[in-house]
């Protein structure tokens, strides 16, 4: 047995610390911790309104760095004294934001406690919770969230708190808060909103204007959809509205408001005025500004009521040339063709645009609407909500290109495998079974035309933009796998559409900017870089950061880029899009029309530029999309036509000192795998070769499937290779074109609608419409 020596005299005692010594300890933390509260109290400064009314313009660069405009919200902030804010006022945030305004010291230690903890776990912090702490944080031009930071506001409200009257503090706070549109202080707000002095709106007014500081973006009901899809017109006035009765039961239930006066101010929502331009804020300039401001907030933890403070130095991606050159082109083609003072369906057309640089992003010029003082707030060229139409059949051959369809294995197919091009042609499932509407029948596609184009390769298809062949191709690749190439190429998520029969041709919403940069990916031979529109962003000259190129991706390998460029070349040359052929020099691009002519597009790109065209009529009330058959004084509008026609007018002087470098050659690619049902492929008819052999070309395969025609002319001399089938110019009339064509054309379809319904479209445009023989095939 071991004899373990016993402790000392003292045993465990001797390692507890005495009282004396936890004592002195506890003192001595506690003393220090007086100290330190106690110089932190002396040290910090009660808040001045009249300083934080000194606020900064925001100032805007072009891209060479010279200045675009300085815009800021100075002269949009004026303090008022509390005499001169409606009780109304007064009480409507009281009831809102802090009904114990009166009775608590103006700091809300549980809030506080809440935003240490989510600070220490590394989350954001939450605002303060009174109107005192809400007032301290208002004075900030910081708003850097930070545990130095909400500290610091912790020991300026309590001071507010003990020495400043409760009028003054809530004074401040009215005087201080941002409302949105620019508008800082409740007078700003007044005149922002109801285009009077604060000390002249009801109880009504007051609580809608109560209600935006629940947040301008979400509650200001003329809509903030350019900071967040999600902030619609509708959507917003139906929460400003659901917030403005809420406040207004609060003060109701508050004592505040009698009962007279309560039913007086709920009997109507008082509808705000509409957006005004502010100074510097006209032309396309305004829509410039918007999306430059719309990128550094998402690009950044800057909220948007720090940044409407100013003091903030943009450098943006907009070129002024080609700026001025993309208005000058919408202005003189809509000057031309639209006259809505004579004809009623030439009224709310509007157009949006925008222009990207391929392998790069950068956007050098946007057409946005008629400009903020011609009362159009909403940026054309950067909303949803206008579908795209026969512009997405690309990604539809791309997606078949790149990944096969059911039958093939997996393999990529060709642009020269055959689809029935026919009208009103049931719709099917890669299992064989009919796809089923929404009442359970069989689905039909429809072309614009009845045209019966039997089978005709994807090539044609594009050429003249039927849709039959797309929407079957669209449900034998699989619509999952077209929409994975749509978003590799920049398409984001909230713009797709349900994914059935129709959205192979075009039911989905991208902006003018999404698509001008989804088809640059193609001009880039499948590199893809996500748009942007600011290069740097300075404060009071220090760098902000977070604002470097967007990285360059393969969105797609190169050579089914190619080959889609191949096929969108001859869109331009034979089909929908010939009215680009003015150009004059290499480009790529396609036509799209939706249904009922509700919307007209055309994308299209060189190897430098990529721009697309949106023309669209919407009801100014509900924001509805309006037909356009009748608008210009033509039957009906399609990409091909007036869209088509400011493209080139704006690509033409947009590249005038650049060199035609062509696109990449596009090799031979997939296999051909014809549709289900496609025919077999006829033999070719022989031919016995003239003694001069340069007399009698080699016979071509059809580019549809008609029964073989007489062997071509002598004088054609196209050698048919993978890359050049050597179609019949598909809008010739009379012969077809300069390939060997057929009879004298007749009136026919031309971009086709992507319609869901069983009916036909309209007829189109004129264009000729022979046989075309065995080279050129029918044309439309």
């Known amino acids: 047995m071991i004899d373990y020596p016993r402790a000392g005299k003292y045993g465990w005692r001797r390692w507890v610390p005495s009282w004396k010594l936890v004592s002195g300890l506890f003192i001595g933390f506690v003393g220090s911790l007086v100290v330190l509260v106690g110089v932190s109290y002396a040290m910090v400064s009660i808040p001045n309104e009249q300083d934080a009314a000194k606020s900064q313009n925001n100032v805007y660069y072009w891209a060479d760095g010279k200045q675009m405009v300085a815009t ?20 409507a945030v009281i009831s809102a934001e802090n009904k114990s305004f009166y009775q608590d010291s103006g700091v809300d230690p549980m809030g506080i406690a809440r935003a240490v903890v989510n600070m220490a776990r590394g989350g954001q912090t939450q605002g303060g919770s009174t109107i005192t702490q809400q007032y301290v944080k208002n004075t900030y031009l910081s708003q850097q969230q930070t545990l130095t930071r909400k500290f610091k506001e912790l020991f300026i409200s309590i001071k507010v708190g003990t020495k400043l009257k409760k009028s003054q503090i809530l004074q401040g706070y009215l005087n201080t808060s941002y409302f949105g549109r620019g508008a800082y202080g409740i007078q700003a707000a007044a005149q922002t909103y109801y285009g009077k002095n604060a000390v002249d709106l009801t109880p009504s007014q007051c609580a809608v204007l109560a209600a935006l500081l629940k947040g301008p973006t979400y509650y200001d009901p003329a809509g903030n959809a350019d900071l967040d899809p999600s902030a619609t017109a509708k959507d917003n006035k139906r929460r400003s509205q659901e917030r403005w009765q809420w406040i207004l039961e609060q003060m109701h239930n508050d004592h505040h408001l009698s009962d007279t006066d309560y039913q007086k101010a709920i009997a109507k929502y008082p509808m705000p005025d509409g957006r005004k331009a502010t100074k510097g804020m006209t032309g396309q300039i305004s829509y410039l500004v918007d999306t430059a401001k719309k990128y550094v907030l998402a690009h950044s933890d800057i909220t948007e009521a720090d940044f409407d403070r100013g003091g903030y130095q943009i450098k943006t991606t907009f070129e002024k040339d080609k700026v001025n050159e993309l208005s000058a082109a919408v202005k003189k083609i809509q000057k031309e063709r639209i006259d809505p003072k004579r004809r009623d369906l030439d009224k709310y057309v509007q157009f949006g645009a925008a222009s990207v640089k391929p392998q790069d992003g950068a956007i050098v010029a946007l057409y946005g609407g008629d400009g903020y003082e011609n009362g159009h707030f909403t940026n054309n060229a950067d909303t949803s909500g206008v579908p795209v139409g026969s512009t997405w059949k690309p990604f539809v051959l791309a997606a078949a290109m790149q990944d096969g369809t059911y039958r093939s294995g997996g393999q990529g197919i060709s642009p020269l495998s055959k689809y029935n ?57 699989g619509m999952r796998k077209v929409r994975d190439v749509a978003k590799a190429c920049g398409i984001l998520d909230d713009s797709f559409s349900t994914l059935n029969p129709s959205f192979a041709i075009g039911t989905s919403t991208p902006s003018a900017i999404r698509m001008a940069d989804a088809y640059a990916t193609f001009a880039a031979s499948g590199k893809h870089a996500d748009p942007y529109s600011v ?26 880029a190619n080959n889609v460029t191949d096929v969108l070349q001859n869109v331009i040359q034979n089909g929908t899009g010939k009215n680009a052929k003015a150009l004059g020099r290499t480009a790529a691009g396609k036509t799209g029309t939706t249904d009922s002519n509700k919307s007209a597009w055309f994308v299209g790109y060189t190897q430098q530029l990529s721009t697309s065209v949106a023309m669209f009529r919407e009801n100014p009330k509900d924001h509805e999309l309006l037909s356009m058959n009748g608008t210009a004084g033509v039957p009906s509008i399609h990409g091909g036509d007036i869209p088509t026609s400011v493209w080139t007018e704006y690509m033409k002087a947009a590249l005038k000192n650049a060199n035609d470098t062509g696109f990449p050659d596009a090799t031979e690619i997939g296999k051909i795998q014809d549709e289900a049902g496609a025919p077999s492929p006829k033999p070719t008819p022989s031919i016995t070769p003239s003694p001069t052999p340069s007399d009698s070309p080699s016979p071509t395969p059809s580019d549809t499937s008609p029964s073989p025609s007489p062997s071509p002319s002598p004088s054609d001399s196209c050698q048919w290779s993978w890359t050049n089938p050597c179609n019949g110019n598909s809008n010739g009339n009379g012969n077809g074109g300069t390939d060997t064509g057929g009879a004298t054309g007749t009136t026919g379809g031309t971009e086709p609608s992507p319609s869901v319904t069983d009916s036909t479209g309209p007829g189109g445009n004129t264009r000729g419409n022979g046989n075309g023989g065995i080279f050129g095939g029918p044309t439309g």
Not at 453 to 464: D, F, N, S, V
Not at 538 to 547: H, L, P, R, T, Y
């Open 72 to 91: 800021g919200t100075g002269v949009n902030r004026q303090n008022v004294d509390i005499s001169q804010i409606p009780d109304a006022m007064q009480w």
């Open 535 to 560: 290069i740097s962003v300075k404060k009071d000259g220090a760098e902000v950061q977070g604002f470097t190129q967007p990285k360059v991706t393969t969105a797609m390998p190169a050579n089914v």
């Open 421 to 477: 091009g026919n009208d009103h042609l049931k719709v099917m499932n890669p299992d064989g079974t009919p796809y089923l509407n929404k009442d359970n029948e069989p689905f039909y596609q429809v072309n614009e035309s009845p045209r019966p184009w039997g089978y005709i390769t994807l090539r044609k298809a594009m050429e003249q933009s039927v849709n039959t062949p797309f929407v079957q191709l669209g449900m034998d690749v």
